[in-house]
């Protein structure tokens, strides 16, 4: 796994889903500095000891984004709040909601 690998996957989006998933990117290597970047499933991913903790993905008409909250509790990880995965919906520049998969998923970092 490697950053390239991302670098890669952001390079081929369009304007704001890049910069947009670039921050995102960037919000979750403070959170978690030590997160080894790569692909998993053709979108981008971090792990922790090999096992991912989050992961993002754009498509035609949305940006989804995906947290695996209890690996991260046990790597005090504690920036991140909800469990699951989220739709994030907006023009890049200004989020205007975050759709949760589920009744109990969430997203705890927003960028915008």
């Given at each position: 796994m490697s950053s390239a690998e991302i670098d890669e996957y952001l390079a081929d989006l369009e304007e704001p889903k890049r910069s947009t998933l670039q921050r995102l990117r960037q919000t979750i290597l403070e959170?978690?500095?030590?997160?080894e970047e790569g692909i998993s499933y053709r979108h981008p991913a971090f792990r922790l000891e090999g096992k991912v903790i989050a992961g993002f993905g754009a498509f035609k008409n949305h940006l989804s984004y995906l947290l695996l909250?209890?690996?991260l509790s046990a790597h005090g990880a504690a920036a991140f709040v909800g469990d699951g995965s989220a739709t994030l919906h907006g023009d890049?520049?200004?989020l205007s909601r975050i759709t949760p998969a589920g009744p109990k998923a969430g997203c705890g970092?927003?960028?915008?």
């Open positions: 959170v978690v500095p030590e997160a909250p209890a690996t890049g520049d200004r970092v927003i960028v915008g």
